[in-house]
C-alpha cells in the first residue's frame, strides 16, 4: 500500500508536517510499496493512536457493565455483516470498544490495572476486543509478596516476583496503585501518605514504590513503574505527588525513558484543605516536571457528563460512593490488590468539577516538553476514550476553552490560571501526546512513528493541515478526529470514514523478564508457601495459560538478555 | 490395562465453589478414583449413564440419527422461528458460551442463563445497588464473622466451609473455625444451621422485613422496630445488628432461601445496602452463592460480549435486556418463544410446570450428555463431551475468579463448541440457500 | 393442612442430578420433609405418601420427617416434582417463586407418579 502526499506528523523521527508519500510492505513501515494507492494530499497523517492508560478489560470494567444497564442502553448499534452489536457509553462491550478506538484512529491501547489472579479473565475480554493492539500492565502495590521482600530489603528477590508474575499475569508492566493502601483496605482503613506504614506488614508506601521501581531497572523492562498515587482524589494531595516524584529521582533508568509514569495526574494536583477551598495546583506540579526528566504523566482529563470511576484504589471509591450516595462495587482480591466502580457524572455547575476539568488543561498547557504528558481520561473515570476529541480540541483552541469556561462555575478563575494561559498545541505537540510519546513512554519500538520498520498503524484525518485553523474550526477539527478517514493498522484499512472496514484480531503485547535462577529459586520457596496456607486457588492452576493468547507478542527483558534500546 | 495417571489439581465442575485440588486417577481411559472432592464433584467427576447418539423425533418418538442430520434440523428449527430462546449455558464453558452467543446473534434470538432462575434476583440487585464484594481468598484469610443468609452449603457446597469460609484459617485468622462468629439465617434449621454459632429462624417471606430492621438496628434508629420481626425478636436482633457492626471482617453469603422468597430481587437489594451501610462501622462483604459452576462464566461472558448478564434479546439485532419481559419463563409463559435451544441445564426439571408445559409446545433442541426429562420434551437431542472433565475450557468461579478445567479423558462425542459450531455452520448454509432461493 | 412449601437443593437430589432418569433420582428428589409433630399428627410413618395440592397443581410424594422444619412448613427437594406446585408468575423480574408458597398437605394411598410419568402427554391430572 502506498499513501501519497499526506502532510505527516512523525515526531519520533523528527517530522513534523511534511508531505510526503508512506509506503508499507507485509504490515510493516517499508522503503517501496505496490499495491492500493491512497490518495491523501494534503491530510494530515499520523502514526495510528497509542492510549498509555485505559480501563478497557478485566474484571472491574465487566463489573461495570453488570451494574450499569442504563449505561449498556447508550450507543446501541446493530450486528452488521462485519461488526457485532455495540452497547455502552461508559462501559461500552468487547467490541465496541475496539471498533470505537479504531474509527478514532486509535490502534493501540494498554489497560492500565490488571490484578495477577484475575488475569485470565483480563485476556478473555482483550482477546474479544478487535482490531487493535493491547497489552495490560499487572498490578503490584498492594502485594504480599513484594511488600515481604521490600520489609528484607531483597531487591533480587523483588525482581524475581516481578518477573514471575508478569509471566504467570501475562502482564506488560508493574502498575502500582494506592500502595499500601489496598492492602488497608482489607480491613477497611486506607494509608494516609508515602510514609504512613501499611498495618501488618512493617513498610511505608514510599519504600512499596521505591523498591518496585528499583526492581522494575533491575529487570529493564520496557515500561517504568505506572503509578497511581497515595492520596488520589483529596484536596491538598499536591503535596504527596511531590514527595512520591522526589523519591524516585536519583534511580537510574535502564533505558532511555522516564523511572517514572504516574498517571492520571489531573486527580493529584489538587490543593486547598477541602471541598470548600478545593484548588488547583497544576502550575506546582507542571513546575516539577519542567525541572526534572525522571518523570512522564498523563493528564487523566475529566469532562463534563457521565462517566464510571473505576480503580484499584477501593477506598477513594467507598468515598465516591458515600459522596455522590450512588451505587458501589468493591472487589478485594487475596494477597494482591483492592478494586471499586462507582458510577459518577461531573457538572458544569458543580465547582470541584470544573476545577477538575481545568486542572487536567493546565497541566498540559503549563508542561513545557509534550514528550512528558499523554492525552488520557483515565477512561472512563475521567470521560469516555470516544470524547479524546473533545480534549484535544480543547488543547488546541483558546477560544474554545474561553468559551467553555464562560459556561461554567463563576469562581473558576479563583481556583485556577487556565484562563490566562494562551498556548495552543499544535498538530506535533498532540501526535506526540496521543502516538509518539506513549509508545516511548511504554517502551514500544514499533508504534507511535512511521520510520522504517514501524507496525503500519497509520491514521489519516479528513482535515486539510494547511487550511485548517486549529484555534478558530476547533468544531471541525473535533469532528474529524472523531472519525478517522481512514485507520491503517498493520497494513490493513480497518476504518474508512466512520465505517469498519475490516476486523482483524490484534496481538496482545507481553513482557517475559529472565533473572538468575538462584534468585528464582528462593523466590519460589515464599510462592509454594503462601499457596499452600493463604491462597484460595492451587499454584498449578494459578497462571494464564497459552490458550488465553492465541495472538501473543512476546518482549523480552530481563537480566539474560541482550537488549535494543528504545531510541 | 495402562498404568493408572494421577491428574492433580484438576478444577471439579460441579458447583461455583469450582475447587481446584482435585486428585484424580485415570486408567484405561477412564476414570477410576476421585479424591477431596465432596459427593456432588465425585459423583459429577465419576460420571453416569448417558447418551451416545444423536435423536431426532419422528412421529412422537426420539430415533436415532446423525450428527449432521442433528445439526441440520436444529438449524432449521432455529432459522424458522421469530424468536428461538437459548436457554441453559451454566454447566459448560465459557468457550461454548462464546459460541452460543454468536449462534444468538445469527439467528437472531433471546439468551438466557439458568441464573433466571437462580441468582437472576441478585443481578438485579447489583444493578440497583453494586456487590461490595471481595474474592473468597479474603474471606479465608479475615473475615471473623460470617453470615449464611437463605444458603444451605452443607448440601449445595459441602467444601466452601472449609476451603473458603466458616472452617477455613489463613493469615489474619490463624483459630479458624474457632476465630469466627457463625450466623446462619434461615426459615428452616439446616444443616449448615447446626455448624452456626447463633442460628436465627425466620418466618417464611420476612427476609425483607429483617434486614430492613437490622439496618435501622445499625443506623442507631432502632426505637421505631417492633418488638418482634419476621419471627426474631428485637433484642436479638439488636444483637446481631452488634456482631455485625463490631466484626472485623465480615462475609454475608446468601442464596436462594431469599432470592426465590417473597420479595425476590428487593430481598438482594435490601441485603446489599445492609452491607454496604456495614461499612461505615466494620470491614464486610456479601458474595452470592453460585449454585452451577459456570453460572458465573455464562454471567461474564454475556457482559462483555452484550453489555448484559442475562436474558439478552438480539431479536432486533442489538442486545436488548429487560428480565420481567426478556427472561426465559417468561418468553415461555408469555408463548413468545416459538422454539429453543436447552444446553448444559434441565429446563424440564427446573422451571414451573406451567412453563415446561409451554416449552412441551414449541420445538425444543436439547444439548446434553445426560438424558432428563428435557429430552423428553425435545426434537432434536444431541448428545455431548462433559465440559471439565472430557473438555478443556474456562470457568468462572461465585467470587468472579477464572480458572481453567481440566480434560481428563477422551470423549469421541463432540463438545459443546463444536456442536455449537456445526450448528451456526448449517445455519449460515441454509441462510444461504434460502437467499438464493428467493433470488 | 395448610403449610408453607420450600423447594431447594440437597445433597442426595444435587448427587443425582446428572441421573434424573434414575432410582436414586426419584428416591432423592420425589419427596416431601414435613416436621416431625406434623409428620406425627397426620399419622404418617416411613413409606407412606403425601398429597400437595395448591392452585398451580397437585402431585404425591413421599413422606419424610425432618427435625429441623417448623410446624406447618414442607421442604421438597427441587426438581419436577416441586416444580407443579410452582407458578408462572415472574413478578415482573423473570424468576418464579420457588419458596414460601401455600399448599394443602394431606395423607394419600396415591402412588408417587415416575419421572416419566410426570412427563407423559396423557397425564393431565396434574394441572
Known sequence: MIIKGGMVYDPANGIYGEEMDLCIDKGKIAEDGKGEVIDARGLLVMPGGVDAHSHIAGKKVNTGRIMRPDDSRLGTEARTAICRPSTGYTVPNCYAIGYRYARMGYTTVFEAASPILEARHTHEELEAIPIIDKGALTLFGNNWQVMECVRDRDISKLAAYVAWALRAARGYGVKIVNPGGGEAWGFGSNVKGINDPVPGFDVTPGEIIKALAEANEMLRLPHSIHVHFNNTGKPGNYTTALETLDLLKDIKPSRMRQVVHVTHMQFSAYGGTGWRDFESKAPI??????????????????????????????????????????????????????????????????????????????????????????????????????????????????????????????????????????????????????????????????????????????????????????????????????????????????????????????????????????????????????????????????????????????????????????? | MSEPILIKDAVCSFCGCLCDDIDVEVAGSRI????????????????????????????????????????????????????????????????????????????????????????GPSVIGIEEKGLPGATLGQVKNRADTIVFWGCNPAEAHPRHFLRYSSNSSGRFTPQGRDGRKVVVVDVRETRTAKNADKFFRINPGSDYEVISALRMLIAGKGESIPEEVGGVLKADLADLADVLKSARFGALFFGLGITHSRGRYKNIDNALSLVAELNQYSKFVIMPMRGHYNVGGIGQTLAWSSGYPMSVDYTRGAPYFNPGETAACDLLARRDADAALVIAADAGSNFPRAIVEALAEIPVIQIDPYENPTTLLSDVVIPCAIAGVEVEGTAYRMDGLALRLRKMVDCSLPSDEEILTHILESVQKQRGSMSTKEA | MLATMISGRTLAQGAGCESKMSPDFFKAAAICHLSERDFKSMQLEEGKNVLLKNEFGQVVLAARADAGLPEKMVFIPMGPWANILVGKETGGCGTPHFKGLMVEVEATDSPVLSIRELFSKRDRAYV
Not at chain 1, 329 to 355: R, W
Not at chain 2, 62 to 80: G, K, P
Open chain 1, 285 to 567: 506540579i507542571a513546575d516539577y516536571f519542567n525541572a526534572h526528566d525522571h518523570a512522564t504523566m498523563d493528564m487523566g482529563q475529566l469532562l463534563f457528563g457521565s462517566a464510571t470511576t473505576m480503580t484499584a484504589d477501593a477506598p477513594l471509591e467507598y468515598g465516591n460512593a458515600r459522596l455522590t450516595h450512588n451505587k458501589w462495587s468493591n472487589h478485594d482480591i487475596e494477597l494482591e490488590e483492592a478494586s471499586g466502580v462507582v458510577p459518577m457524572i461531573y457538572s458544569k455547575k458543580v465547582l470541584t468539577n470544573a476545577v477538575q476539568w481545568a486542572i487536567g488543561l493546565e497541566l498540559a498547557l503549563l508542561v513545557k516538553d509534550p514528550w512528558k504528558i499523554l492525552m488520557t481520561t483515565d477512561n472512563p473515570n475521567g470521560s469516555p476514550f470516544v470524547n479524546y476529541p473533545e480534549v484535544i480540541t480543547l488543547l488546541m483552541s483558546q477560544p474554545k476553552r474561553e468559551a467553555e469556561m464562560a459556561t461554567l462555575h463563576d469562581q473558576l478563575p479563583k481556583r485556577t490560571t487556565l484562563a490566562e494561559i494562551q498556548r495552543e498545541m499544535d498538530w506535533t505537540d498532540i501526535a506526540i501526546m496521543t502516538r509518539a510519546a506513549s509508545a516511548r513512554i511504554l517502551g514500544m519500538q514499533d508504534k507511535g512513528h512511521l520510520g522504517p520498520g514501524a507496525d503500519a498503524d497509520i491514521t489519516i484525518y479528513n482535515l486539510k493541515v494547511d487550511e485548517v485553523d486549529t484555534s478558530k474550526d476547533h468544531a471541525l477539527v473535533k469532528k474529524a478526529l472523531s472519525s478517522a478517514k481512514y485507520t491503517i493498522k498493520g497494513g490493513v484499512v480497518v476504518s474508512k470514514e466512520g465505517q469498519i472496514q475490516a476486523t482483524p484480531p490484534g496481538r496482545t503485547f507481553w513482557v517475559d523478564a529472565g533473572v538468575p535462577k538462584e534468585d528464582s529459586d528462593r523466590l519460589m520457596a515464599d510462592i509454594e508457601e503462601k499457596f499452600a496456607r493463604y491462597y484460595s486457588v492451587q499454584l498449578s492452576n494459578y497462571a494464564v495459560q497459552d490458550a488465553y493468547l492465541p495472538h501473543a507478542k512476546v518482549i523480552k527483558a530481563g537480566l539474560s538478555v541482550p537488549l535494543q534500546e528504545v531510541a
Open chain 2, 32 to 119: 477410576q478414583r476421585v479424591k477431596h472432592a465432596c459427593r456432588l464433584g465425585s459423583s459429577k467427576i465419576m460420571g453416569h449413564e448417558r447418551m451416545q447418539n444423536p435423536m431426532i423425533r419422528k412421529n412422537g418418538e426420539l430415533v436415532a440419527t446423525s450428527f449432521q442430520e442433528a445439526y441440520d434440523r436444529a438449524a432449521q428449527i432455529l432459522l424458522a422461528a421469530n424468536e428461538p430462546l437459548l436457554y441453559g449455558w451454566a454447566c459448560t464453558s465459557c468457550e461454548a458460551h462464546k459460541k452460543g452467543i454468536l449462534l444468538a446473534e445469527e439467528v437472531g434470538g433471546v439468551i438466557d442463563s439458568t441464573a433466571t432462575v437462580c441468582h
